[in-house]
């Protein structure tokens, strides 16, 4: 890190106290040439981790432009830092923004928020506006969202989202918009948003916005009749499907077998948004069939046969 510094923050933890009394401080320090660390402070300076800002900043240059064949990537700017921030719950959040030139739009918008995933040594985008066509997008702030982390930097996000009636025939926009059959690529989409919402809540372990966004998952399936769907999430939320899934691998496979089965890897792939822990973020999984599946689903009359199951279920869990 030789180069010069442009952006320096220090963070003061109050839960991470020292023998001596002294709280935690850490400091956050972005280099000219995108480089960054993150720096304890307290005994003495020490380098925690460090990264560079390089790869979103690429992935948001040449995304711009409607079309990869008639843009020239080379004249088109790099984004611009506009934040970067150590959260409460330690990690680290970049927001960049890309400016409008005559290249077109970029995909997934002007604004978009990353978080640097230390484990992996990756960023993870989690938020633009790629599901701008969903029920739950909307660039009108609204209190009746989750106030988590992951909603205030999508309300931030959404706010920069250009209100244009023409769209490209290129986007997802253009598709829906285009396709005869709107209702089925509504409901993809949405169902798609929620998905996303609830893996980017977990990455930035917000409870608030893991619960939300899975209240607002659960009640579209709900509000849709699709029983299928709803019992494939309870029994991910129940953990049957890796149980079926071990079981039917273990009945399969052979004692000399030195590979691992293909269904036990498949299903924790079906399971992407969910551990084999007994809580996600807090959140029981009983507790979740209980507070909130069942609830929505009551709401739908056409599904009482399928409640009925589940909370029978339920009860001898």
């Given at each position: 890190?030789?180069?010069?510094?442009?952006?320096?923050?220090?963070?003061?933890?109050?839960?991470?106290?020292?023998?001596?009394?002294?709280?935690?401080?850490e400091?956050?320090?972005?280099?000219e040439?995108?480089?960054?660390?993150?720096?304890?402070?307290m005994?003495?300076?020490?380098?925690?981790?460090?990264?560079?800002l390089?790869?979103?900043?690429?992935?948001?240059?040449?995304?711009?432009?409607?079309?990869?064949?008639?843009?020239?990537?080379?004249?088109?700017?790099?984004?611009?830092?506009?934040?970067?921030?150590?959260?409460?719950?330690?990690?680290?959040?970049?927001?960049?923004?890309?400016?409008?030139?005559?290249?077109?739009?970029?995909?997934?918008?002007?604004?978009?928020?990353?978080l640097?995933?230390?484990?992996?040594?990756?960023?993870?985008?989690?938020?633009?506006?790629?599901?701008?066509?969903?029920?739950?997008?909307?660039?009108?702030?609204?209190?009746?969202?989750?106030?988590?982390?992951?909603?205030?930097?999508?309300?931030?996000?959404?706010?920069?989202?250009?209100?244009?009636?023409?769209?490209?025939?290129?986007?997802?926009?253009?598709?829906?918009?285009?396709?005869?059959?709107?209702?089925?690529?509504?409901?993809?989409?949405t169902?798609?948003?929620?998905?996303?919402?609830?893996a980017?809540?977990?990455?930035?372990?917000?409870?608030?916005?893991f619960?939300?966004?899975?209240?607002?998952?659960?009640?579209?399936?709900?509000n849709?009749?699709?029983?299928?769907?709803?019992?494939?999430?309870?029994?991910?939320?129940?953990?049957?499907?890796?149980?079926?899934?071990?079981?039917?691998?273990?009945?399969?496979?052979?004692?000399?077998?030195?590979?691992?089965?293909?269904?036990?890897?498949?299903?924790?792939?079906?399971?992407?948004?969910?551990?084999?822990?007994?809580?996600?973020?807090?959140?029981?999984?009983?507790?979740?069939?209980?507070?909130?599946?069942?609830p929505?689903?009551?709401?739908?009359?056409?599904?009482?046969?399928?409640?009925?199951?589940?909370?029978?279920?339920?009860?001898v869990?």
């Open positions: 890190m030789g180069t010069s510094v442009v952006r320096l923050s220090l963070r003061h933890t109050t839960i991470e106290k020292l023998d001596n009394g002294i709280i935690q401080s400091m956050l320090v972005v280099m040439d995108g480089s960054f660390g993150v720096f304890k402070m005994p003495s300076p020490n380098l925690y981790y460090k990264g560079s390089l790869a979103p900043m690429n992935q948001m240059r040449i995304s711009s432009g409607k079309s990869s064949h008639h843009v020239d990537r080379s004249v088109v700017p790099f984004p611009k830092l506009a934040r970067i921030q150590m959260t409460d719950s330690n990690h680290l959040l970049l927001i960049l923004s890309q400016p409008s030139t005559s290249a077109g739009s970029t995909v997934g918008g002007m604004l978009q928020g990353f640097y995933n230390r484990g992996m040594e990756l960023w993870m985008r989690v938020s633009d506006n790629r599901f701008m066509f969903s029920n739950f997008y909307s660039t009108v702030p609204s209190t009746k969202l989750a106030h988590g982390l992951l909603s205030k930097l999508d309300r931030t996000v959404q706010a920069q989202t250009p209100r244009r009636g023409g769209l490209s025939e290129t986007s997802a926009a253009g598709v829906y918009q285009n396709n005869k059959e709107e209702d089925d690529l509504n409901s993809i989409f169902r798609s948003h929620c998905e996303d919402r609830i980017c809540a977990l990455a930035l372990q917000s409870t608030s916005d619960r939300y966004w899975l209240s607002q998952y659960i009640r579209r399936l709900a849709e009749g699709n029983e299928n769907q709803l019992r494939f999430v309870v029994d991910m939320l129940l953990d049957k499907v890796t149980q079926t899934s071990d079981m039917s691998a273990t009945s399969t496979s052979t004692p000399t077998s030195t590979s691992q089965p293909e269904e036990s890897a498949s299903s924790y792939l079906a399971c992407w948004w969910l551990s084999s822990a007994e809580s996600v973020l807090g959140l029981n999984r009983k507790e979740a069939v209980l507070q909130v599946v069942i929505e689903m009551s709401k739908n009359r056409t599904l009482q046969r399928l409640t009925n199951e589940i909370a029978t279920e339920m009860n869990v």
